[in-house]
């Protein structure tokens, strides 16, 4: 396997949070007779440390937003399983699991307040509202928001929209935050200093990731290690800087932009 | 290296395909959402149609299909089919030749006044089909302010009648999807060099299709299955399947020929509904990927400022406006008018003296305008029963009975409506699910097509035994009420949840909210505003309605649609003068109604 190469981190030894092992998803694809499925995960195995910042980087395509859909427990899988801590979570359903997801658009609940939104776990957790007020100002000053509680999500630039999805994911403190292209619908510039708050507060608040993108600097700006995923299965894993020494094939030295004979 | 050791031991155990279980709540939920609206059609539209139709081949003997051939040998009823689906075609025809160039004007223009258009645009469509035909006869008869044209009683004024109902479907049903089409195509076509005729020929048209076919074969099944409009209008020589049905089971008790009509009806209806289903998927499929939020700022953006080139469009606009306006004013003006000794009588026949005399002593003196005497009196009388007894009710006691029945019509529609849309907008991963939910979605427009004749006398033949003994049952007019307001319920709520970004259900749920949480937080928040709006049109087409209604009321429990057919068959010009009054009566609380779903400023109303 390819990812046995290159993986030197500083997770040897200590048990895995996550597990995934053996993931086999499929989608759908066409309409009513031409409709068939078609492998998007094959046989995918991968393990996240406590802590860890995980990127998922492959072209468009590749299955890795399908993968994290997996995890959250959004795809029916195929075959594999799903261990947390050595607990099987395979058949858990999508909300017992303790999971965040933010997508690309944030997906906010538009009807909802800035506030609102961040607080939608805790009020699901039924947290008291003073504790969930102080958590929301905390949150906002925490993803650069201070004192935006009340406005209309509508309102927010893309940008502050994504801050917001952020703050709303890390709210109740999920045990693992998966974060589909979350910056992918903002300009270059911001996506740069996004990238950088953002690992910031993942490590600030010692929060487990798994970051799905498509951009290599971006992945390797927040990400401790990256898997790099091509047609459905982890071709190769690393920190960002292994990658970059020692691409495996020359297909993902083309991908990483790398010229062909850095291989 | 530790995690990749690991991860070749485990690939090597094999696991089978993993489900996620799913909470036995939320599996009684989908029971629920599909079983209940099931039940209540298989049980009051299933079964009354089914048992109508089976009067028609079963006799003792057997099954016989003889009856097909002889009743398609009578010319008046080949006339008549030829003549409903000749009718609703130029209908259909006349509707969007009329409705696009509104549909431009109202939803790509942006011009002061033109919230005030876009609602008196919609009124005629859910005014009661009663107050539309004796409007009709007001305006068209020898007296009336169009009496030189000498159109009552044609085919023409039931056609100019059709329009006026149908013509704010094509304009909602295209506007809507106009107002959602990115101007930028357009531009891009415009930079290549093509002529404005050009872009509208190859760019725009070809978007709006699906949408125009959809609108058109909506009008085609509501002029193929109108009712009450031609009842009032068309007299012997003209007529539906509908009114034929309606004057065969009432009149000449044949049911078998009912019976054969029915299903000649039904079989038009399906073959539209599948057509309809087949252009508008293709449709949705040019559509896929549009949500809400991106439909508003697409709208807010297409919108601009009216050009010259679009004056001949909103001429087009102004004077249908206008048209559509007159038959409603000229109802409001004669109805205000004193039915004194029949010289001041709108009605087609002269009122008796003994009747004058007694309409004279009930009058309120009233004022003269050009030598006409204008008064409340009609009105006044609206607390009596008419001329000869018509009634045997005050008028204002079947408003009351219209109003009570309305609310329990709408409350039915609206949960049987929410149900089904909430089960329909969802997209199962079992094919054979999502098939049945096709299926389903189906099934719920086909009260839309089917005769409300045929169900309300079907209510009569079938739930009249135990353990379905309704016939006197005060539920059942309610209950018919509501299956014809269904398919409006459905197609105003389903589109907004259909535009529900599924992400946004899977955000909450990964946050932690349990399905039913899903539902309240995401789906029935946004649904919020549609819901209300599909609440007041639910609410405006119970009151209107006539053809299940007429069967199953009583003489002495009527709705005011019911009073109103009533009061212009009996002689009498104070009845006539009454039947105006309790029409604008009618029309006022139907368009109060609308005017508050206008006001929640939902998109989808009366479109589909």
Redesign the interface.
Known sequence: MAQASTSMTASVGQNAALSIDSFTVSYLRGVGRNEERLPAITDLSLDVFPGEVLAILGPSGSGKSTLLRAIAGLERLDAGSLTWNGHDITSLVVHKRGFALMFQDGQLFAHRSVAENIAYALRIRKVPKSDRDARVAELLVLVGLAGAGERRVTELSGGEQQRVALARSLAASPKLLLLDEPLSSLDRQLRERLGQELREILKRTHTTALFVTHDQHEAATVADRIAVIMDGRIVQLGTPAELRATPATPEIATFLGLSGDAA | ????????T??A???????????PGTIIAMVLGVGVPSAFLAVFFLLPVLGMLSRGFIVQDGIDFGGFVEIFSRPRILRLVGLTIGQAALAALICTVVGLPIAHVLYRLNFRGRALLRMLVVVPFVLPTVVVGVAFRTLLSVSGPLGALHLDGTFTAIMLALVFFNVAVVVRTVGNTWEGLDVKQEDAARVLGASPARVWATVTFPRLLPSVLAAASVVFLFCATAFGVVLVLGGVQFGTIETEIYLLTTQFLDLRAASVLSITQLVIVVGVLLLANRVGRAGS?AKAGTTI?ERRVAAAQSRRKPRRADAPAMAVTLVTVALLALPILTLIERSLRTTVGGAASTAARPATGLAAASTASTASPGIDIGGINYSFANYLNLAGTGQRNALVVPVWTALGNSLTIAVQATAIALIIGVLASLVISRRP?N?FARRALDIFDGALMLPLGISAVTVGFGFLITLNQPPLDLRSSPVLIPIAQALVALPLVVRTILPVLRGV?S??R??????????W??LR??DL??AARPVLAAAGLAFAVALGEFGATTFLSRLDHPTLPVVIYRLIGVPGGENFGMALAASVVLAAVTVAAMAVVERLRVGSVGAF
Do not use: F, Q
């Open positions: 290296m530790a995690p990749s050791d690991e991860s070749t485990k690939s155990r094999t696991t089978p395909s993993a489900r996620i279980r799913r909470s499929v939020a991963r094919r970004d992400r946004m899977e955000s909450a749920s990964v946050l932690g909210a349990p399905p949480r899903v937080d995401v928040s946004i």
